[in-house]
């Protein structure tokens, strides 16, 4: 079992629609970070979050660390949004190890 | 806005060659990363490093890779007697945890291929 699942695989929404992506974890962690990989292979982070939500511009995250549960949520979906969505999280006991889900790909129609 | 820089873009080698990939992280990071991407699959923690030493490893940063920051702004993954296996896409990623809710910054990555 992967000790970073992410659901849904892949996601196909209405331009405009609400998206959520969720990540579920099995090991502690110091943080988690939500990471977006474009088409041609760039990675950019979008959040670290080790409690509660942050928000930036149509981006909303969110974790519960009790559950060990984290959604990343995309408001007003526009096709430029279309992406592969990666949470990753970073291994407790103050190291640097960073397990990765497989992530989430999100096709916008317009 | 500062950003982390590979060179090169790609690389092919020939099979048991060895081959030297290069980053510039941020300049006042403190942390830095390789990571690897094989095609079609997620991407996977090879190496953290911080204070000119390695901080962390995978299991697939085994004796065939090392890493190196010969001066203040490189940082360096070699890989000795390349195998057809490691062709895949490799980041280079900094990171500066002093600061509350720094991110991750990734490079634009170095596609290896091996034949």
């Known amino acids: 079992k992967n000790e970073v699942e992410q659901s849904p695989q892949n996601l196909t929404a209405q331009e405009g629609e609400f998206i959520t992506i969720n990540c579920s974890y099995s090991?502690?962690?110091?943080?988690l970070h939500w990471l977006q990989q474009h088409p041609g292979g760039g990675i950019v982070s979008l959040f670290m979050l080790s409690s509660g939500k942050k928000k930036h511009g149509r981006l909303i995250a969110t974790i519960n660390i009790q559950e060990k549960h984290s959604s990343l949520h995309i408001t007003a979906s526009h096709p430029r949004d279309s992406a592969v969505y990666i949470c990753a999280v970073l291994n407790s006991g103050g190291y640097q190890k960073v397990t990765f889900g497989t992530g989430t790909k999100l096709q916008v129609i317009p | 806005e500062p950003e982390v820089t590979q060179t090169p873009s790609h690389q092919v080698t020939q099979m048991g060659q060895e081959v030297i990939l290069r980053c510039v992280p941020i300049s006042n990071h403190l942390y830095f990363y390789w990571y690897r991407q094989i095609l079609g699959q997620k991407v996977e923690f090879l190496v953290s490093?911080?204070?000119?030493?390695?901080?962390?490893k995978s299991e697939i940063f085994d004796d065939q890779f090392s890493v190196e920051r010969p001066d203040g702004s490189n940082f360096t993954l070699k890989i000795r007697s390349t195998k057809l296996e490691d062709s895949a896409m490799y980041f280079c990623?900094?990171?500066?945890?002093?600061?509350?809710?720094?991110?991750?910054?990734f490079g634009s990555g170095t596609q290896l291929s091996v034949l």
């Open positions: 090991v502690g962690i110091s943080a």
């Open positions: 990623a900094s990171s500066d945890p002093a600061r509350v809710g720094e991110k991750l910054f």
């Open positions: 490093f911080y204070n000119n030493e390695i901080s962390e």
